[in-house]
């Protein structure tokens, strides 16, 4: 990659949509991307790694991120705080490598105001009825629960149109294969290759 600064890919789903299948694949399978890591207030669940799924903080901590101004965006969701540090970006940056944001429709609206040229990418479920299934299927849940999500997935789904891209999640590797192709364009907006262009031009005949 260039020396520009990184790429802000932001994607947003209801729970349940597939989500972090579709992020692990693009992951794997795209060169010069690094997820961004978000600190949160939760407490870790099994197999879940500090400083590769999450930064487990206490709220207290959380909320002298917040004061500091070191926070690109936050949000509460499901009565914990999550959010990303200016340092996530930085280190993208520093690695010139685009950067991977997974964040409900809170956090992506944070970053829009922020970042400019942020993309962003809502990823939806086939039907709310297989959304349905896919959290019930899970069995790792109280029904109460599981109600509770899909409230707040008919919530973020109204919220679509806000978003630079829509992707159905109705076939895993067709949905990874367009999340590839919108990063791939992102890469080659005007904005983003102005320097390198530049530069390519300075090895042409000058024009008399």
């Known amino acids: 990659m260039s020396d520009r600064s990184p790429n802000v890919i932001v994607v947003s789903a209801p729970s349940g949509a597939g989500k972090s299948t579709v992020l692990g694949r693009i992951l794997e399978e795209l060169p010069d991307i690094r997820f961004s890591v978000s600190h949160t207030t939760r407490k870790p669940r099994e197999g879940e790694n500090e400083g590769v ?5 206490s709220k207290r901590s959380f909320e002298e991120l917040k004061a500091g101004g070191r926070m690109l965006e936050w949000a509460h ?40 040229d942020a993309v962003s990418i809502f990823i939806l479920p086939p039907s709310f009825d297989a959304l349905k299934r896919r959290l019930r299927g899970r069995g ?11 409230k707040a997935a008919a919530e973020e789904a109204s919220l679509y149109g806000e978003y630079d891209y829509i992707l159905v999640n109705d076939d895993l590797d067709r949905c990874v294969e367009s999340l590839k192709c919108v990063i791939r ?8 290759v102005d320097g390198e262009a530049a530069r390519i031009l300075e090895t042409f005949p000058k024009r008399k």
Do not use: P
């Open 53 to 57: 799924h999450y930064y487990f903080v």
């Open 77 to 116: 969701v499901h009565d914990h705080l999550y959010g990303t540090s200016h340092a996530e970006y930085e280190r993208a940056r520093q690695e010139r490598v685009d950067l991977l944001l997974d964040v409900d429709v809170q956090g992506a609206a944070q970053v829009r105001m922020k970042v400019a």
């Open 140 to 150: 790792s849940e109280s029904e109460a629960v599981i109600e509770r999500r899909l």
């Open 185 to 192: 364009a992102a890469r080659a907006r005007k904005s983003r």
